[in-house]
């Protein structure tokens, strides 16, 4: 008898156990649920986000005011926490045969999601409506849903880099404040003047951990010198050029006088910037609730070579099929949500930039761009933003190669033409390689 | 007990049921009392373990279908440079961790077996950094030796000497995350030398003192000798933790700058989590795995050649 009690407590502890990880599976036992809504009529479906404070009160918001507008779908958005992490979680799910309908997901990893066969091709939806108006969305995000000719996902997020100066270090170097006019050579003894090292004090500011932060950078000085990435064909490296080596030379110099605060990546530059020791930066809206309040600053657009070009980094909103009522549903809840005055409403929630370049002719504007100073700049910048990186799934590859040779630049452990060859050498075999 | 008994004493009752011998088995309750760990350990441990193994024989991104490419795997790495580099950086960071951390909670585990005032603080101060979390330790050392605004170069500012990038230099990351780690990792070496020490036998000390054997001699060969058991758990528990060197570098460095503290691990996590191709991870996974064993297994027994006592 003793025996059997002891069974029981066993086998309590086990299915108590097993209860630690239950929480992980209700989750999916609501997905489960809304399967089964579907057949009634009315749709359910999930949407996986990373959004925390404004984001997520926004979010939760407009879920709320389109299950109210539209009876037959409800959308539950469901936190998913940090972006970061997103593809792995996405990824268990959609191998545990329950994925989302609609997750957040990092436009780096596009390219990789195509592969998956359970990503939904929007391109026959989006085809076949006009009223999508696709070819509102700015250039930049439109060219980070589409995977050679399908369209994995709609338009979640775009940023782009501006000039951020500090207006009390120009006024106190003597300096005319940064315009739309400036040339790199402009910016070059700009940032040179602004540098005194007995103050601490630098010119501007680059993220120097050879990751993505630290590429897309140099990426944006290449296309100003006329330059490119790769060859039209995405075949071979086009780096190596005098683009590059013009855009690799102005990094070598302004690093060898100290004109550069070198971020080791912990993104530390933002508080050195509120502390008065960075004259300028090539930043994103996202850096702006942050340096908001600290020093008097302003935001134009980057210096020209040949031109102004910025760069973007969009993230998407991917379908998966679970179905296709449910695909449906989710294809109707992101057309309403990405529609010009919701996304000018979600704008004006969160300061986020806009996703259409239509947004900017609703009478609403005015007072999203009022409610955020300096936003007006970065909206306006997105039409600078004409190329886009290779969506390509030896990209993160190529850009680890890259990162490394501007590293290797910034800290004066190779010269220019030096990093920009055996770079581009490297990418070469990276694009030869069988995949 | 009692059950047992009555079994092996009913030869003239019928032969019990399965279910009833099953039921009487000791066996059933020693398994359902470990059940819950060993479902933990199946689930979390063995069948990743095995799963990894497969794997590694496939080209996989985890996002799509893999397909059995045997070996290549493998014989890439054998050709790939990165790799080698991140084996020698493994190696440079393993050779350094292990014995300074070792000797150093020798050291600190003698000095703090003694009778002091607040010998408490002593001991909870050389354990706090061990129990700090790695994330905290890593951004902590990481304003500390900023180049520009960190406590360490204004101090060496002060005294006169000249300015380092610390990790943000090639040439000193590595080292820089020795320290860390050391710093971190040091407390746990203390607390198991401290039990060590403290399990010495007093007459022995005793002894050697009558036989007018010098504090040093005593040390040199009663108390070291006694301490062999705890210093080969030490030695093979560090060098595997050495080896497996992530959350530090993932912390701190990510690998740089330009590569010079992309250890083993970092490398592992590079391919399979950044770059896709999580068939290649695995191996890389595979080929630590195995050359830790080996590296284990010649510790343990150069440890049975060289440590006489068992505690």
């Known amino acids: 008898m003793k025996r059997i009690c002891l069974l029981i407590v066993t086998s309590a502890l086990i299915v108590a156990g097993c209860g630690g990880s239950g929480s992980s599976s209700s989750a999916s036992s609501t997905g489960s649920a809304s399967a089964s809504g579907s057949s009634g009529g009315h749709v359910n479906i999930t949407l996986w986000h990373g959004y925390t ?31 970061d992490y997103a593809l792995q979680k996405v990824l268990a799910a959609v191998a545990g045969g329950k994925p989302p309908d609609i997750s957040y997901l990092y436009g780096s990893w596009a390219a990789n999601i195509a592969t998956n066969p359970t990503t939904v091709n929007l391109a026959p939806y989006i085809q076949k409506d006009p009223s999508w108006n696709w070819n509102d969305f700015w250039l930049a995000a439109r060219n980070v849903t589409t995977v050679n000719g399908k369209i994995i996902g709609v338009p979640a997020l775009i940023d782009n880099l501006a000039l951020v ?29 602004l540098t005194d090292p007995s103050k601490k ?118 379908v998966f099929n679970n179905g296709s009522a449910r695909v449906n549903a989710a294809v109707t809840f992101l057309k309403w949500f990405t529609s010009p005055a919701i996304d000018l409403k979600w704008a004006t929630m969160t300061g986020d930039l806009p996703l259409r370049a239509s947004v900017a002719k609703l009478p609403g504007y005015n007072a999203f761009v009022q409610k955020y100073p300096g936003i007006g700049e970065w909206a306006a910048n997105l039409a600078n933003a004409t190329q886009s990186r290779p ?29 920009l060859s055996q770079a581009a050498q490297q990418v070469n075999g990276i694009l030869s390689a069988p995949s | 007990m009692t059950a047992r008994a009555e079994v092996t004493r009913g030869v003239d009752y019928r032969r019990p049921s399965l279910w009833q011998r099953i039921i009487a088995s000791e066996h059933l309750a020693g398994w359902a009392f470990v059940a819950p760990a060993v479902i933990l350990i199946a689930v979390f441990a063995l069948i990743p373990i095995g799963w990894s193994l497969l794997l590694s024989f496939q080209a996989n ?125 040091l407390g746990f070496d203390v607390i198991v030398y401290l039990a060590a020490l403290q399990g010495i036998p007093q007459d022995l000390l005793e002894a050697s003192e009558i036989d007018g054997a010098s504090k040093w001699a005593t040390f040199r060969s009663v108390v ?26 993932y912390v701190t460095t990510r690998g740089g700058p330009l590569g010079a503290t992309t250890v083993l691990v970092f490398y592992l996590y590079q391919q399979a989590f950044q770059f896709f191709n999580a068939g290649y991870g695995a191996a890389i996974a595979y080929v630590l795995f195995v050359g830790i064993l080996i590296i284990t297994l010649f510790q343990l027994w150069v440890g049975r050649k060289r440590v006489y006592y068992t505690s």
Not at chain 2, 104 to 128: D, E, H, Q, S, T
Not at chain 2, 133 to 138: D, F, K, L, Y
């Open chain 2, 61 to 185: 991104n985890l996002l799509a279908p893999g397909h059995y490419i045997g070996l290549a795997n493998y014989k890439a790495l054998s050709k790939d440079p990165q790799f080698r580099a991140a084996i020698g950086h493994t190696i440079v960071y393993t050779v350094i961790f292990v014995p300074v951390s070792v000797l150093g909670a020798l050291g600190l585990a003698v000095a703090l077996n003694r009778k002091l005032r607040g010998i408490r603080f002593y001991r909870l101060a050389v354990f706090i950094p061990l129990v700090t979390s790695t994330v905290a330790t890593g951004i902590v050392f990481l304003w500390l030796l900023d180049p520009t605004f960190g406590l360490v170069n204004y101090a060496l500012h002060a005294l006169g000497l000249p300015q380092q990038g610390f990790l943000q230099n090639p040439n000193q990351a590595l080292y820089c995350i020795v320290v860390m780690t050391v710093w971190g990792w």
């Open chain 1, 165 to 193: 100066y500090n207006k009390k270090l120009f006024a106190e170097a003597g300096i005319p404040l940064p315009t739309t006019d400036w040339t790199w050579t402009d910016f070059e003894n700009a940032a040179l003047k």
């Open chain 1, 53 to 83: 404070d404004v984001e997520g009160t926004a979010i939760k918001a407009l879920a709320t005011q389109f299950n109210a507008t539209h009876p037959n779908i409800t959308v539950t958005p469901q936190f998913y926490g940090n972006s």
């Open chain 1, 201 to 318: 004090q630098f010119g501007w500011a680059y993220v120097n951990d050879a990751s993505e932060d630290t590429v897309w950078r140099f990426w944006a000085m290449l296309w100003q010198a006329g330059g490119s990435i790769l060859s039209p064909d995405g075949k071979q490296a086009a780096f190596n050029s005098a683009a590059g080596l013009k855009a690799m030379t102005l990094l070598q110099t302004l690093a060898k006088h100290n004109a550069i605060y070198l971020d080791d990546g912990s993104d530390v530059y933002p508080g050195v910037f509120n502390s008065g020791h960075i004259g300028m930066l090539w930043t994103g809206p996202w850096d702006l609730s942050q340096i908001t309040g600290h020093q008097p600053y302003g935001v134009t657009i980057l210096p020209a070579d040949q031109n102004h070009q910025t760069i973007s980094g969009p993230d998407n909103w991917v």
């Open chain 2, 224 to 249: 070291l000798p006694l301490l062999g058991p705890a210093t080969l758990f030490l030695v093979v528990w560090s060098t595997i933790n050495a080896l497996q060197l992530f959350d530090e570098i």
């Open chain 1, 391 to 419: 969506v390509t799934t030896t990209y993160p590859k190529i850009s680890t190669v890259v990162g490394q040779a501007v590293q290797s630049v910034l800290l004066g452990k190779a010269d220019p033409q030096q990093a």
